[in-house]
Every structure is written in structure tokens, then in C-alpha cells.
């Protein structure tokens, strides 16, 4: 007998379409995550929602999380429509993969309008740096002076997507590497469980354009230079109804809890930085760091205690637009006639 999760559904339940990218592709090993988080926190697939723009990236929606609700958007055009399907049914759970090209270039505008939004949902970036579906092109995210086997030299600085986001107003920030499977794990656990747009910019290779040593975006470069800011649990404590401020005291070494607002809490035990995630400045200055350094610094980057969301803000009654009524969403004819008698 197959061993089955807390609603009686088997592994096998979470995947969907076989693989058609490149063999050792990272974008699988993220999809293998997404199944595995899936499966073992039981959520029903029919609670959630996946989206997507195009690129190899967005076909991923194809290899995971089967029997879900899916749209594969227009390239750079995934924020709108998971922003759509979220006033229908704020109840879903969503869950967006975007590449460096569908966020960085394209669809930048759109991305960062979601952010101060903050529109419920994970959103994955899987950054390799090229445009791997139309051949290995230069993408926002290349490195600057990077040279191509095919497309020459790159003269232009990189757009940073975790520090776009937090500078755009997202409160849930991180960065990983398809290459470091626990982590990805852990953050997609925590990630799920925010209240609010939570980003997760993971580099993940093209192993068939952008594999070489030299490139921040290669396995190579990834395994050699990664260094985890901490050590990442996420644990499940009994549901808690009260929400409060989020404030935590900490020292060197100890380890900081950070509560979210359904019950869950990550714990981050610091390893060799005095960093603290809550802090927007540092943030921004540790990514800044980074880049001049060439380092792959991985982990929670920014966290901020949940503001409301987009359903919140524009006050949606509790029960999803969706599911409402003909008679409750067409006012009569009286009503109309009086809204316009006031406007007049």
C-alpha cells in the first residue's frame, strides 16, 4: 500500500505531466519541492490555484500539483490575472512560477504593482539568467560582463528581483538555490503560510546555456559560493486566533522565532551574521553587499509582520465574489435609481 498524507492522498496525487526540459534542469528539482510541501502539509489540490507567464519556468505549471485550477498567462502578464482570480475567490490558495525574464523585463511593471498590492500568493522566481526557451539570450538578470558561447558580451548591470521586492513593498522575501533541496523546502513550507505576497527568488541553472563556472547562475558557482544566513524549521504549533504584533529579542547565536499569523512560526538560527530579517535597511544592505561581492547569500531575507491584503483593502465581503448569487451581485432597478439621484 502507497503511503498517503493526512487527507488520504498519495505522492503520486501532487505531480502531473512528465518533465519536457532539459535533463538536470533546475526548474524540476524546484517542481519536486512544490509536490513534496504539497503532499506532506495535505493541502487539497483543489484549494489551490497555479499560474504562470511563459518561458521555461512558466511550463512547470504542467509538471506539478496536478488536479489543481491553472492559468498560463501571457509572458510578464501573471501578476494581473493571479490579482484577478484572487478578488473572485480570496479563499484559494495561489501560487505563481515566473522566470527572470518574465519578472525582470517584461513583466517588472506588473510585478512590482502586485508587491505594494500585496496580493496573497507565492510568488517563485526561477532565475538561471538567460531566456533558455529561445535559445540562451542575455536576461535582466545576466551578470554584468558576462560573455555567451552565443550572444557575445553583456554590458549591462543586473536587476536584483529579491532587493525589487523589497524595496517594492513585499513582505515576505527570500533567496535560494535549486541545488540546496532542504532549503527550497523549508522556505516554500514558510512561504505558504505567509499573509501577503511572499517571494522566492531561487536560482536555479540552465544547464544548457548558462552551466559555465564563471556565472552566478551555474551549479558550479551556486555550490561553491552559497552561504546560508541561517538555518531554517518551520514548525506547527496549535492554531492561534489572537493577532499581535510580531517583536522578538534575540542575541548572537540564539535562535529568532518569527510568528506568522495562522499559528505556524519559522525559527532562523543565525549562523555567521549578526542579520536580522525584519530589518528593511539591512536588507537592502545585505543584498548590496552581496552583489559587490559575488556572494550567493541564501535564507529569508526580509520578512515584515503581514499589512493587509488586497481583499482586505478593497473590503471583499467574506464570501467569495465567485460564489455569490445573481440576486446579490445585480442591484434592481430602485437601487440603481438611487445611486444616480445622489450622483446627479
Not at 560582463?145 to 524595496?167: C, F, M, R, T, W
Not at 549562523?271 to 544592505?285: G, H, M, V
Not at 548590496?288 to 559575488?294: F, L, Y
Not at 481583499?311 to 435609481?337: F, G, I, S, Y
Request: proline share 6%.
Amino acid at each position: 500500500m502507497a503511503k498517503t498524507n493526512a487527507i488520504g492522498l498519495e505522492r503520486t496525487d501532487y505531480r502531473a505531466q512528465p518533465s519536457t526540459l532539459c535533463p538536470g534542469c533546475g526548474h524540476d528539482s524546484i517542481a519536486n519541492q512544490i509536490i513534496t510541501m504539497a503532499y506532506e502539509l495535505g493541502i487539497p489540490p483543489h484549494r489551490l490555484v497555479k499560474f504562470s507567464g511563459i518561458g521555461c519556468s512558466s511550463k512547470s505549471l504542467a509538471y506539478f500539483w496536478g488536479r489543481t485550477h491553472g492559468f498560463n498567462a501571457l509572458h510578464g502578464r501573471m501578476p494581473s490575472v493571479a490579482t484577478g482570480a484572487h478578488l473572485a475567490n480570496h479563499t484559494l490558495l495561489s501560487l505563481g512560477v515566473s522566470g527572470d525574464g518574465d519578472s525582470g523585463s517584461i513583466g517588472l511593471g506588473q510585478y512590482k504593482h502586485m508587491l505594494r498590492r500585496n496580493v496573497p500568493m507565492v510568488y517563485i522566481i526561477e532565475n538561471n539568467g538567460v531566456y533558455g526557451l529561445t535559445k540562451g539570450q542575455f536576461s535582466a538578470t545576466a551578470d554584468l560582463d558576462q560573455n555567451s558561447k552565443y550572444y557575445g558580451h553583456n554590458p549591462l548591470p543586473p536587476v536584483d528581483l529579491a532587493l525589487e521586492a523589497i524595496v517594492g513593498g513585499a513582505t515576505f522575501v527570500a533567496r535560494s538555490f535549486s541545488g540546496d533541496a532542504k532549503q527550497v523546502q523549508q522556505l516554500l513550507r514558510a512561504a505558504i503560510h505567509h499573509e501577503g505576497t511572499a517571494v522566492l527568488d531561487i536560482i536555479s541553472p540552465c544547464v544548457t546555456f548558462n552551466n559555465q563556472p564563471d556565472s552566478t547562475k551555474s551549479y558550479p558557482y551556486g555550490k561553491e559560493h552559497e552561504i546560508a544566513l541561517h538555518e531554517i524549521a518551520v514548525m506547527s504549533p496549535d492554531y492561534i486566533e489572537e493577532k499581535s504584533e510580531i517583536t522578538t529579542d534575540y542575541e548572537a547565536g540564539e535562535v529568532i522565532t518569527v510568528e506568522m499569523h495562522d499559528g505556524t512560526y519559522i525559527r532562523l538560527k543565525k549562523l555567521d551574521r549578526d542579520y536580522d530579517p525584519r530589518n528593511r535597511a539591512q536588507a537592502i544592505q545585505l543584498l548590496e553587499e552581496a552583489s559587490r561581492e559575488e556572494l550567493l547569500l541564501t535564507g529569508l531575507l526580509y520578512y515584515e509582520e503581514p499589512r493587509p491584503t488586497l481583499a482586505q483593502t478593497e473590503n471583499l465581503v467574506d464570501t467569495p465574489l465567485a460564489h455569490l448569487t445573481e440576486e446579490k451581485l445585480r442591484p434592481p432597478r430602485e437601487a440603481l435609481e438611487k445611486l444616480m439621484q445622489e450622483l446627479a
